[in-house]
């Protein structure tokens, strides 16, 4: 079988066992095809985090392409079909950790970019490429701390493609345009331990804090808008107790929210307080802001993009602000129109994680005729 060099630079990557935060040389890869090209690479290290930023040339506009090589645990590689960093072609199909999210898409933009400036080497603006190892983990070293960076030396990005796996059933089907904020809440309530048989000298907390978690998990909190669906809080983990004998001290609860623009988080951080204390509880309440809220609506990005599918696949695009957080939330406050366009996201974090071989090639003509749009 002859391999296409997207496919190609695939399989080099998914070979590469980058577990998140470690990058296992798949940056150094990727700049030993773009250097050629005439790309200055940076590896910006922080902790334990390998960050890339290579870019070709001087002026603006800028379009980044952004993304990251690192990938979530394979869990118990007896599950998997084949072995999850020994990837494998099977029925049109590219198995292994990472082939959806997101080497795949590394690949399509490397070799996107190929094509493009060999087809325009007197391309306006700027090409980079932004690459981090520290998505999949807690994201604190990662593309927050390059953009940082950027922005420290006035270095601007005007627009910004990021590979995730946005795709439901076709690629190009559906681009993310935004994405909701993510608040978390870590709360502690305190009670008094003490025996089971001698519940009137204890205070049990499970007791006291559970019509205030009913009312919390009730609360309407608002009806999302045109571009973002509702606001929805979600408890993700609960614990209590020592024994069966004993009534607990304290209740250890952690929440989610997933909001829209119709809230801040400060406003939600002022509801859920105004809820406990309602509750006459005794508490503990710490929060950590993942992102907040941002809308990429219309402009120059959106238009090349769904211009883009539309002459490369055919069909039209859905802008979506639906699932999970992502890197665009580090970049969009930089004032960067951002999207979101990567292959079909069915197999993400799963066992057997996959990607139609065909979708690469068709995902890097894509990126390709975004860069046509924008830059030739």
């Not at 990058?23 to 773009?34: F, K, T, V």
């Not at 983990?237 to 801040?264: D, M, Q, W």
Request: glycine letters at 10%; one cysteine or more; aromatic letters at 6%.
């Amino acid at each position: 079988m002859t391999l296409s060099p997207t496919l190609e630079l695939a399989i080099d990557l998914i070979r590469r066992q980058s577990v998140t935060p470690d990058d296992a040389g798949c940056q150094e890869l990727m700049m030993s095809r773009l250097a050629p090209l005439g790309f200055a690479g940076e590896n910006l290290r922080f902790g334990e985090t390998d960050n890339l930023w290579a870019r070709k040339g001087s002026e603006g506009p800028l379009l980044a392409f952004a993304g990251h090589t690192d990938v979530v645990p394979t869990g118990p590689e007896k599950n998997w079909a084949h072995a999850p960093f020994d990837p494998v072609i099977r029925d049109g199909y590219l198995y292994g950790r990472g082939a959806a999210d997101m080497k795949g898409s590394l690949a399509a933009f490397v070799t996107a970019c190929e094509r493009f400036v060999t087809k325009n080497p007197e391309h306006r603006g700027s090409i980079a490429l932004l690459i981090t190892s520290d998505e999949e983990g807690p994201a604190q070293d990662g593309t927050v701390k390059v953009v940082d960076t950027l922005e420290k030396r006035n270095e601007e990005i005007d627009w910004c493609l990021i590979g995730e796996p946005s795709s439901t059933h076709q690629v190009g089907d559906i681009i993310k345009n935004g994405r909701r904020g993510s608040l978390h809440g870590y709360l502690t309530v305190h009670g008094v331990q003490g025996h089971v048989a001698y519940p009137h000298l204890a205070e049990n907390p499970v007791h006291l804090a559970a019509p205030a978690l009913d009312a919390l998990a009730n609360e309407f909190w608002d009806n999302g808008n045109d571009f973002f669906p509702p606001t929805t809080f979600q408890i993700t983990k609960i614990e209590a107790g020592t024994g069966s004998n004993v009534i607990p001290g304290e209740l250890l609860v952690h929440f989610n929210f997933r909001y829209c623009t119709e809230n801040t988080a400060e406003s939600l951080e002022e509801r859920v307080v105004a809820i406990l204390d309602r509750h006459k509880l005794k508490y503990d309440l710490q929060w950590h802001l993942s992102g907040r809220p941002f809308l990429t609506d219309k402009g120059a990005l959106v238009t090349a993009t769904q211009n883009a599918i539309r002459q490369v696949t055919g069909r039209e695009t859905e802008l979506s602000t639906s699932g999970g957080t992502s890197d665009g939330r580090f970049i969009a406050p930089t004032g960067a129109q951002v999207v979101e366009l990567g292959p079909l996201n069915a197999t993400i974090h799963k066992v057997d994680e996959c990607v139609k071989v065909e979708d690469l090639d068709t995902l890097s003509e894509i990126y390709e005729q975004v860069l046509v749009e924008l830059l030739a």
